[in-house]
C-alpha cells in the first residue's frame, strides 16, 4: 500500500512496497473536491440553459472550475518535471563518481527514478543491466537487494 501521510518523518524504513508517498490532503481530498466542482459547475450550466439570469453566472462557475482543474494539474507537475531533472542530475553524477563514465544514454527517465533506489554497490551492475536489457522501473525496483531510501522528495 502507498504511503499514506503528511509526515515524512513517520516512514521507519523505505522498500519498494511502501515508497511512493500520497499526501492524503493533496493527492486524495482536493483532488475529489476539484472533481465535484467541475461536475457541480457543468450540472449547474445545464440547469440554467432554460432559466434566465442564471447561464452567465454559471458559465463563470464553470470557467472558474476548469482554471482551478488546470491549476491542480500544473501545480503538480511542474515541480515534478524539476524534480525529476534533478534525479537524473545526482544519479549521472552519482554513476560519473563511481565508474567515470556518464550514465547510458539508453535509460529513460523512469529508469533513472527507479535507479536512485539502488544502494552504490548495486548501482553500476543495475545501471548497465537496465540499459541492456531495457528494464521496466518496477523490473529495476524488484532487482534491488539493499533498498536505499529516499526521505527528501516531494
Not at 104 to 124: C, H, K, N, V, Y
Amino acid at each position: 500500500m502507498p504511503y499514506l501521510s503528511n509526515n515524512l518523518c513517520s516512514m521507519k524504513e523505505q522498500n519498494q512496497q511502501n515508497h511512493a508517498r500520497y499526501v492524503v490532503g493533496f493527492h486524495i481530498i482536493t483532488f475529489a473536491l476539484t472533481l465535484a466542482l467541475l461536475i457541480g459547475s457543468f450540472v449547474n450550466l445545464y440547469n440554467s440553459v432554460n432559466s434566465e439570469g442564471n447561464l452567465y453566472s454559471a458559465s463563470l462557475i464553470v470557467v472558474a472550475a476548469i482554471v482551478l482543474c488546470l491549476n491542480f494539474y500544473y501545480i503538480r507537475s511542474f515541480p515534478l518535471k524539476v524534480q525529476d531533472r534533478s534525479i537524473r542530475s545526482e544519479e549521472n553524477f552519482r554513476h560519473f563518481v563511481l565508474t567515470g563514465k556518464k550514465l547510458d544514454g539508453r535509460l529513460t527517465m523512469s529508469q533513472i527514478i527507479a535507479l536512485r533506489f539502488a544502494p552504490d554497490e548495486e548501482f553500476t551492475d543495475l545501471a548497465r543491466k537496465a540499459a541492456e536489457e531495457n528494464l521496466s522501473s518496477k523490473q529495476i525496483k524488484a532487482a534491488i537487494k539493499q533498498w536505499r531510501a529516499d526521505h527528501h522528495r516531494a
